[in-house]
Every structure is written in structure tokens, then in C-alpha cells.
Nanobody, 124 residues
Framework: QVQLVESGGGLVQAGGSLRLSCAGSGRTVSRSLMAWFRQAPGKEREFVAAISWSGGSIFYADSVKGRFTISRVAANNTVFLQMNSLRPEDTAVYYC?????????????????WGQGTQVTVSS
């Protein structure tokens, strides 16, 4: 059984920073591709960033490149999303996801496990 628990969301002014954490438990987490997605009200869930189990492969959505950084600590199955230069359009619920055998890292349907989400609100 895999469980993912996000933390670190909150309210921040435009230009500010937040760091999200995702603590994973379960035997397959250490071998999973880990990712962050986000969903704003009235919009579909969208890909933000992903990192391979080894940390050797990292992917970002164009909208966050140069501002967000994904990382993971394999020893304790924790994934981080450092978010800098935040914009009001980054406001959303952010979800952590894990998947084995993911074919398309940006496709939410390829992921097997999801966290409950954490709210990020960026004020202008």
C-alpha cells in the first residue's frame, strides 16, 4: 500500500517562494517516477514536474521552467518542489503522484498513486 502526504502549501505574495514536500510510504515508492501536478478551479489537472527514482531524469512544464525545482531524497522517499518567483496563475491545489511504468510523464492517467493535495495561493 502506497501513501503520499503533501505539505508546505499556503498563501504567498507574487514573487515569493514556497517549498512543497511529499512524504511517501510503501515498498514501491522508491522505484516510482514521482511527479507534481496542479489543478486550479474550473481547470483540468496539469503536469508541473517529474523526477525519476534515481533522480537522474527530471522534467518540467514550460510554464514553471526556471522557477520551480523538483528534487527527491531517496533514503526517506521524500520529494520536494521548490517554487520561486510565484505568480497568481500558479494558484492551485498541488498534488503529489507516484507511478511505476509511466509511459508519458505529463499524463496524469499514467500515475498509480496520489496524495490528498495542498493548496497554494499566490496573491497579486
Amino acid at each position: 500500500q502506497v501513501q503520499l502526504v503533501e505539505s508546505g502549501g499556503g498563501l504567498v505574495q507574487a514573487g515569493g517562494s514556497l517549498r512543497l514536500s511529499c512524504a511517501g510510504s510503501g515498498r514501491t515508492v522508491s522505484r516510482s517516477l514521482m511527479a507534481w501536478f496542479r489543478q486550479a478551479p474550473g481547470k483540468e489537472r496539469e503536469f508541473v514536474a517529474a523526477i525519476s527514482w534515481s533522480g537522474g531524469s527530471i522534467f518540467y512544464a514550460d510554464s514553471v521552467k526556471g522557477r520551480f525545482t523538483i528534487s527527491r531524497v531517496a533514503a526517506n522517499n521524500t520529494v520536494f518542489l521548490q517554487m520561486n518567483s510565484l505568480r497568481p496563475e500558479d494558484t492551485a491545489v498541488y498534488y503529489c503522484a507516484a507511478g511505476i511504468g509511466v509511459q508519458a510523464y505529463s499524463n496524469a492517467h499514467d500515475y498509480d498513486y496520489w496524495g490528498q493535495g495542498t493548496q497554494v495561493t499566490v496573491s497579486s
